[in-house]
């Protein structure tokens, strides 16, 4: 019987502990490594390896002491260099991801008598085999091992030289993200058995030609083959009780939900019967040049049709209630239609689009337009501003600018805010980059995250007091940017914290 164990290496007794300095430390827990060594045996005494704790380290080798109980996830994420790994006895818990990333890693150093987990070489399960928890990133081929139930989250991600898999019976969950990105996987074959496939489990699987769902699939999450830009064709049976396709599209046995479609679509009517478009089924087509939704459709998922650089039109049926975040963000629409049965519209919905117009009705019973900027019909919140708007005087009544409201709006030099302002929103003005200086009004309570990111020509901008709540990253990449802004206040403090010009107002 294999035991997979360093020879030699009895960490309590022969390896000598890197120093207690080298960490950072909340009781017993590790909570960062802020040393610069390649090999590091972790002192004794501790029982927690918080997750992110090794983030991006250049160690070469770990070795964890007899004590330590728990792994938290994503503890040695993007530990590039890390080779070999002791697993003592005592860990009890392996959270998720907590080796991703961790590309050169040879093999895995774990007793055979361990009464938590055991490895076949390759993959890293529980002891009871149900649950495969962590894989080395250098495999081409494997097979899962038989009695494994779960293919844990993020599991295989980002494992550029897989090429294939082959899962066994046993699976009944394959976990979120499970083999996101594994572009060299051409196929897969999902038993009988499996019966959640979980939200972006083969996201941007782009080889992937083929995918069999059996009749055991009872839930398909969120992008699950978003990005599988190979994908020919759904395999799935006629009497599948949860799923059918019309060929084109995947949808719930009822006809009620779009949940993916295959990304070489150059037009597409969805069926009559459905209600909702699930999200992220159309992010990135590309070739997406016209699609038709029917009078049945009631939301429009979030991400729906993000960056559809082919779509230039779209009819949004009456009946529709929901427009998701991000729904046609970097469309090339120049022209849509709001119907007055819409009572939602998310944030960045039509972001980075050149839309010429706001087409809704003086009748929409919930939102409006001065023919710049879209506005709930009480007038209090902006929703969103034309891409081509160069300069813009906010209405005077607004208290919060939603969020991607001004995103992308690349030709904006100037805004004036109105004193009813409370709250600007996250990623409000990202990507402003004509916008040269902001005044904020006294009144104005909360600057978002990323609220004015990658506005590269902002020289200076105005907070009062009365602002007590400003995201660390609210002017990320603003590199000219100086504050101006009472002694003393929120925005001082700001400044200096991240190293922004501060001058007194």
């Known amino acids: 019987m294999f035991r997979f164990l360093i020879p030699l290496i009895t960490p309590a007794s022969t390896s000598t502990p890197t120093s207690r300095d080298s960490f950072e430390w909340d009781g017993t827990k590790i909570v960062k490594f802020i040393g610069d060594e390649t ?8 029982t927690v390896i918080g997750g992110f704790a090794f983030l991006d380290s250049i160690l070469t080798s770990v070795v964890i002491p007899e004590g330590v109980t728990v792994i938290e996830g994503c503890a040695f ?16 818990e392996i ?23 055991k490895t076949d070489g390759v993959g890293l399960l529980t002891k009871d085999g149900k649950k495969l928890l962590a894989c080395l990133a250098s495999v081409k081929e494997y097979r899962v091992p038989d009695g494994v139930t779960k293919i844990g ?34 196929s897969v074959v999902i038993p009988e ?93 590309s070739s997406l040049a016209s699609v038709v939704l029917p009078e049945s459709l009631t939301v429009i998922g979030i991400m729906a049709f993000n960056g559809c650089e082919s779509l230039t039109s779209v009819v949004i049926p009456e009946g529709v209630t929901v427009i998701g975040s991000s ?42 337009s001065d023919g710049v900027g879209l506005l709930t019909k009480d007038g209090k919140k902006l929703v969103a501003c034309l891409a081509s708007a160069k300069e813009y005087r906010i209405p005077e009544g607004v208290t919060e600018i939603q969020g991607n409201a001004f995103e992308c709006c690349e030709s904006l030099t100037s805004v004036t805010i109105p004193k009813s302002m409370k709250v600007i929103g996250d990623w409000a003005f990202q990507f402003c980059r004509s916008l040269t200086s902001v005044v ?7 600057i978002g995250e990323e609220a004015f990111s990658s506005c590269e020509s902002l020289t200076t901008i105005e907070i009062p007091a009365s ?25 001082e403090k700001y400044a200096k914290d991240y190293g922004i010009p501060f001058k007194k107002l």
């Open 193 to 285: 058995g499996v019966k959640v496939i979980d939200e972006g489990a083969f996201e941007g699987c782009s080889s992937l030609t083929s995918v069999e769902i059996p009749d055991s699939v009872e839930e398909i999450g969120d992008r699950v083959f978003m990005g599988c830009t190979a994908l020919k064709e759904w395999s799935i049976s006629s009497a599948h009780p949860y799923y059918k396709t019309d060929g084109v599209g995947l949808l719930t046995k009822d006809g009620k939900k779009l949940l993916a479609c295959l990304a070489s679509v150059k037009e597409y009517r969805v069926p009559d019967g459905v209600t909702e478009i699930g999200n992220w089924i159309f992010s990135h087509y």
């Open 95 to 117: 959270g998720d991801e907590a080796f991703m990333h961790c590309t050169a890693l040879k093999e895995w150093s774990i007793s055979s008598d361990h009464p938590h987990f």
């Open 153 to 186: 989250n993020w599991m295989f991600r980002d494992f550029s030289s897989l090429t294939s898999v082959v899962l066994p019976e046993s699976v009944t969950v394959i976990g979120r993200s499970a083999f996101e990105d594994c572009i060299s996987l051409t």
């Open 327 to 368: 729904a046609f963000s970097f469309c090339n629409l120049t022209s849509v239609i709001i119907p007055d049965s819409v009572k939602e519209i998310g944030d960045g919905a039509f972001g980075g689009t050149p839309l010429l117009e706001w087409s809704v009705s003086s009748a929409h019973p919930y939102f409006k």
């Open 39 to 46: 090999e590091v045996v972790i002192p004794e005494g501790t």
């Open 77 to 92: 994420w993007d530990c590039r260099s890390l080779t070999s790994v002791v697993i003592p006895d005592s860990v009890e």
């Open 467 to 491: 602002v007590t709540k400003i995201w660390y990253s609210a002017f990320l990449c603003c590199p000219d940017l100086t504050i101006y802004a009472p002694e003393g206040s929120e925005a």
């Open 440 to 446: 904020i009004p006294d009144g104005m309570v909360e």
